[in-house]
């Protein structure tokens, strides 16, 4: 294995991961202090706006693969939510293994709110984009995150 020296490293700042780090922790340092004042966490507000609109609610699976959390952390989270008053748990069916998830009215009036906190704050980063590079980092970043998702999920557990 050839071992790189100094003077053939690249310097820090030419690492993608680097920069993609970087921006990621800014704007979520910004995001997580707005939403310690509401008492919620970033996978809260997640699990929060997956549910809102959700119709007849959706499962504890759904919320597992989605925000890529285990199951227990996915059940304390909920928990959380449900004794804050935000969401509620329904049987499908009768059935406890088939529960579905739901916004109270409580939680309902708060998604639209934080929404646009996160709206303000993606604005804040990326306003000075264009349109057409704004929609090409998302499908950049969609496109990673599907290619590598069953990567992530399988080291995960």
């Known amino acids: 294995m050839l071992r790189q020296t100094h003077a053939t490293l ?3 700042g030419d ?5 993609l780090r970087y921006v990621a922790d800014n704007i979520s340092h910004r995001f997580h202090r707005k939403l310690k004042q509401r008492n919620l966490t970033e996978a809260e507000w997640m ?24 199951r227990s952390a996915i059940s304390k989270l909920v928990s959380r939510l449900e004794a804050r008053g935000l969401v509620r748990r329904r049987s499908a069916d009768g059935e406890i293994r088939a529960q579905r998830l739901s916004l109270t009215a409580q939680g309902e009036a708060l998604v639209p709110e934080l929404a646009a906190v996160a709206e303000s704050i993606e604005d804040y980063f990326f306003l000075h984009l264009t349109s057409s590079a704004r929609a090409g980092l998302i499908a950049t970043l969609r496109q990673l995150s599907y290619y590598h998702q069953f990567e992530f999920r399988t080291q995960r557990r």
């Open 47 to 70: 699990a929060l706006r997956l549910m809102f609109g959700a119709g007849p609610g959706i499962t504890h699976f759904c919320l597992i693969r989605s925000l890529c959390m285990p």
């Open 10 to 12: 690249p310097d820090l």
């Open 15 to 19: 690492h993608l991961c680097y920069w």
